[in-house]
């Protein structure tokens, strides 16, 4: 069973704070992905990437960076936290970028910045 | 609850009977689309997948219908459950990426 893991559930942290979120997978997955997740927005991606120390930027990486020093860990990474990264954030993984492939998600970390 | 559904169009239904919830995709080079289930606290979770060269695909209690002429597709649910309960959303992408376009989302609740 593919096990997406993400180190917190719920964080509160203050604008201008530098936050980490960490996610962890443990299938030997080539891709990870980050996502955001707003009430009346569908995901959004924030960064991919396809290989260690590989990325790509997603659709709204303003703010927001990435690391993959390891296979199964992708961090998020906000330099100066700001209230409107308060969001739901969704990590995913997956062994390939076709369609036959499929991403599975963590259970997400509700991020609130005030 | 999370909050991801508080703006959410929201469908009920008696538990035992049929759910449709419907998605209108935009991009009308897709593909492929994939209808996903995300429970209260949990993330998105694949329920079935169908290619732009088929209309219809069943699997377990799910069928998704697609309809391209007017860009629509639809999950239909049989016998739903107080289980089915969730946020139901709709994701599309085309041969070439691996980005998708993800639905805002139906919240489906089951009535007892």
């Known amino acids: 069973d593919v096990k997406v893991t993400q180190s917190s559930r719920y964080l509160v942290k203050r604008t201008g704070e530098k936050v980490f979120l960490e996610c962890v997978q443990d299938?030997?997955?080539?891709?990870m992905f980050w996502y955001r997740q707003d009430p009346g927005l569908g995901l959004r991606l924030i960064y991919f990437?396809?290989?260690?120390?590989?990325?790509e930027k997603g659709d709204i990486p303003e703010g927001y960076s990435v690391s993959r020093e390891k296979k199964e860990r992708f961090s998020l990474i906000l330099e100066s936290a700001s209230t409107n990264q308060t969001s739901m954030y969704l990590c995913a993984s997956s062994l390939g970028i076709t369609h036959d492939y499929e991403q599975y998600f963590g259970p997400g970390t509700r991020l609130t910045v005030t | 609850g999370e909050s991801v559904g508080l703006h959410l169009p929201t469908l009920s239904v008696q538990e035992g009977d049929n759910s449709i919830i419907n998605c209108a995709y935009s991009?009308?080079?897709?593909?492929?689309f994939i209808w996903y289930k995300q429970e209260s606290g949990k993330g998105p979770q694949f329920i079935i997948d169908i290619r732009s060269n088929m209309d219809k695909r069943q699997g377990q209690r799910v069928t998704v219908l697609l309809n391209k002429t007017v860009k629509h597709l639809s999950l239909q649910i049989a016998a739903t459950q107080p289980g089915d309960s969730a946020v139901y959303f709709c994701a599309e992408t085309h041969a070439g990426t691996y980005k998708y376009i993800f639905g805002t989302g139906t919240r489906l609740k089951v009535l007892a």
């Open positions: 991009n009308s080079a897709s593909d492929y």
């Open positions: 299938m030997d997955h080539e891709n």
């Open positions: 990437s396809y290989d260690v120390k590989m990325k």
